[in-house]
């Protein structure tokens, strides 16, 4: 799918309002607004995927906005379920922070990261899955997404990740929407390892509730 200008730039400004509510309820557990909405895959994969690998998508976040346009449709466990239109185009998403991070080495400093799983009827994108990490990933070198015992390989580019085989997607959220926990692994340009752990409690929920928003 081509990317949308218009959504490069919303990803800061979408998610930014949407955090202003921070409830103690999530506030472990739910992120503080990444400043933008739900990133879309890049147009261009950083290497070869697949024969079945997703089609390019959107790319990843621009700067920080000010402006913000998010509405909070319902908090659920770790995560938070939101709505927004960049560019008059709606889009839905469900949205969490790890509940632990670690890098190696340790106290390297880095910005936020959030995972999302996000619908946009008007490109007919249902739960496509991304990450934020929150530093420059190295180039080529992709990361994981593990849920249990099941590991999914994810294309990077800037600070963004993206599912890389379109095929192992649906199967991916439905692991999400059951599982306990999802571990996603990164390594940073400078050679930076993280490890981000988010809890999948509510996860369920949340997206049931963006699926009624974003038909």
């Known amino acids: 799918m081509t990317p949308t200008p218009f959504f490069r730039a919303a990803l800061p400004l979408v998610v930014a309002a949407a955090f202003a509510f921070s409830g103690a309820a999530l506030a472990q557990n739910t992120p503080a607004a990444p400043a933008a909405a739900p990133a879309k895959k890049p147009a261009a994969k950083p290497a070869p995927a697949p024969a079945a690998a997703a ?11 000010p402006t913000a346009g998010a509405i909070l449709l319902g908090e659920f466990g770790g995560w938070g379920a939101y709505s927004a239109t960049p560019g008059g185009k709606k889009v839905c998403f469900a ?23 996000s619908t946009r009827p008007s490109e007919k994108v249902k739960e496509e899955v991304s990450v934020i990490v929150g530093y420059t990933q190295k180039p080529n070198v992709d990361a994981s997404a593990a849920i249990g015992a099941t590991s ?14 379109a095929a192992d ?10 599982g306990s926990d999802v571990v996603v692994k990164s390594e940073s340009s400078r050679g930076t390892k993280t490890t981000d752990t988010y809890t999948l409690k509510g996860l369920d929920q949340a997206l049931t509730r963006v699926a009624q928003e974003c038909k």
């Open 95 to 117: 949205l969490a922070k790890p509940a632990s991070a670690v890098t190696e080495p340790a106290g390297r400093n880095r910005d936020p990261a959030y995972l999302f799983i």
């Open 152 to 165: 999914y390989v994810m294309y990077t580019q800037n600070d963004g990740a993206w599912i890389k085989n």
């Open 55 to 65: 089609a390019p998508k959107p790319a990843a976040p621009a700067a920080a906005s």
């Open 169 to 178: 997607e649906a199967r991916m959220v439905d692991a999400l929407r059951k």
